[in-house]
């Protein structure tokens, strides 16, 4: 791994990590096939570029549509617009699929949270008896408190 | 030659033989909006979501098509001329045409929307 791929701080150059980007290209080719540096090197850039087209036309259909942000809505028209409609389905596709992954906390009743929370709890409470247990065995048979330890004498 | 299990998978377009969720870093991609352009508006949290999956969509056809010429040469290794012959062969990757005539050392038409660096090798 480089280091430009970790950093990647510098104010001139901002690419996309590179073993990533490597992962999504291979897997769209056959096991044997190899891919030259500069050939890989030329993707990133490429998909780079990608971006930046389809931001800065995301960003005119945001200000037609008199908004403030640019949101995927736009995004999605401006693939359209720039001839890559033919992604507009799969791309909804994965969002529609990420708005519901992350509404896995629902809002009210039991949640899964209240309930790990619980169980948490109990499981804490266990791991004290268990180390109060431990204790015990190691030294004279000594009644312990909750809250602070009892040094001996 | 041709392999006709390969290449038939990648003409269908669908070789989903993912091995597992390759995301795109949201932040990076937020960063190269940002650079964009001049004035770029705020960007909601959600946008970067949608860029990553188009983004992989973006790569993939790229890729295959470039793959395309690879096997047109006869050759196992995609090289950047591969790549270049894609961009040229396809009408929706024409802002990408600067990109790979710089690489190959030719000057083409003046750049449009983005802000390439105009370098001569």
Redesign the interface.
């Known amino acids: 791994m480089e280091p430009m791929d970790i950093v ?1 701080k510098s104010k001139e150059d ?4 590179k073993a ?2 490597f ?3 291979k ?4 096991p ?5 540096r ?2 890989q090197d ?2 990133v ?12 036309e ?2 005119e259909v ?2 037609r549509e008199e ?6 809505e ?3 028209k401006a ?1 359209e617009v ?3 409609g033919e ?1 507009v389905e ?2 909804y596709a ?2 529609e699929q ?2 519901l992954d992350t509404l896995d906390s629902p809002k009210g009743g039991k949640s899964s949270i209240e309930m790990t929370e619980e169980e948490a709890l109990a499981e804490q409470q266990r791991m004290f008896a268990e180390a109060r247990a431990r204790m015990n065995n190691g030294m004279t048979l000594q009644k312990q408190s909750d809250s602070d330890h009892v040094l001996n004498s | 030659m041709r392999q006709a299990g390969t290449y038939s998978a990648i003409l269908s377009g669908g070789v989903s033989g993912r091995t597992g969720p390759h995301s795109l870093p949201l932040a990076r991609i937020k960063k190269i909006m940002k650079r964009s352009g001049d004035d770029v508006k705020m960007i909601s949290g959600e946008a970067p979501i949608v860029f990553s999956k188009a983004c992989e969509l973006f790569i993939e056809e790229l890729t295959q098509r470039a793959w395309m010429m690879t096997l047109q040469g006869k050759r196992r290794t995609l090289h950047k001329e591969d790549v270049a012959a894609a961009v040229m062969a396809t009408d929706i990757f024409d802002f990408l045409v600067e990109m790979v005539s710089d690489s190959n050392g030719t000057q083409m038409a003046p750049a449009t929307k983005s802000n390439i660096s105009v370098a001569e090798r």
């Open positions: 990647g901002v690419s996309l990590p990533t980007m992962k999504i290209i897997e769209m080719l056959p044997d096939v190899r891919v030259a500069d050939a030329l993707l850039e490429c998909c780079v570029e990608f971006i930046n087209l389809v931001s800065s995301s960003n945001c200000s908004k403030r942000t640019i949101a995927p736009h995004v999605l693939l720039l001839g890559f992604y799969e791309v994965a969002y990420h708005k």
